[in-house]
Structures are given as C-alpha cells and as structure tokens.
C-alpha cells in the first residue's frame, strides 16, 4: 500500500464516519512516519490491508464499514485494498504510553497511527513472519532502533 491508496481508503471510512477519531496501527501505519515506504518494494508496498480502530468504538458503525470496505467487499474488489475494522482490545497488544506517542496522518484530520516503535512492538505480539519480515526491512533501513524496541 502506498500513502495515496491509503488516503483513498480513508476517504471511503470517511463517507461512513465523517467525524470519527480513527487509530491506524499495522503496517500501513508507518506511513504516517514514512511516506515513501509506499513507494519501495517491500512488505510495506505488499500489504493491501489497513487495520483501524475507531474511537470511540461503535459497533454498527464498524460493521458498516466493514459491508463497504471490508475483505472481499466492494471496495476491495474495486482497488484491491480493504481496511480492517479492529475491536479496542487490541490496544492490549500496545506498550505503555502510545497515544501520547500517536502520529497523525498528513491530509486526514482525525487520522492518528501508531509511532513505528509502537507499531514495531504490537508486531512483535503478533509475531508472524510477514511482520517479523517487516519489522527487518525497517531496521535494515535504518527506520527502527532494535534497542528503542
């Protein structure tokens, strides 16, 4: 995914949410952080996902979301990217302290993602290869500090 089809996507949550406060956290996050890692290979580039919690959480309205732009719903048939729509509890998997770290997303008010620390860590609890894979490419490109992780 790259910054544009990310701001695309946003836009299409927005038609459903105008007004809502929405925490982007996966991998599409780093964008916010780096915008021309949309732009390189890598498993950045390779995603097609994004994942958000909205704040506050309401559940008919993600599950509105989700029938527009969800895995293998209209929109992700149209584009090829679709947005996760992730419970609150996911925050378990966040270490201390990272809403006073959120990072917002250029173009989009309302838009806040995780700092790539952050984000780094919350992978780590996930634990899958793609995002260790992930997690390697940003320390290898000098993204990440191992040792801030």
């Known amino acids: 995914m790259d910054v544009a089809s990310l701001r695309h996507l946003i836009a299409a949550i927005r038609e459903k949410a105008p007004e809502w406060r929405l925490i982007l956290f996966g991998s599409a996050s780093s964008l916010a952080s780096f915008p021309d890692l949309g732009d390189s ?24 979301i989700h029938n527009v ?12 990217h679709h947005a996760d729509i ?17 990072v917002p997303l250029e173009g989009c008010p309302g838009v806040f993602c995780l700092e790539p620390h952050d984000m ?23 993204r990440l500090d191992p040792v801030e992780v």
Not at 46 to 55: C, Q, W
Not at 120 to 135: E, N, Q, S, T, Y
Request: no cysteine; net charge negative.
């Open 41 to 64: 290979e890598g498993w950045i580039r390779k995603s097609n996902d994004a994942d958000f919690i909205l704040d506050p959480w309401d559940d008919t309205l993600a599950l509105d």
């Open 69 to 80: 732009v969800g895995l293998e719903k209209s929109y992700d048939r149209a584009t090829g």
């Open 86 to 102: 992730v419970r609150p509890i996911a925050y378990e998997n966040f270490p201390p302290g990272w809403q006073d770290r959120l």
């Open 120 to 142: 780094a860590v919350a992978k780590l609890f996930a634990g899958r290869p793609k995002d260790i894979g992930l997690l390697t490419d940003l320390i290898r490109m000098g």
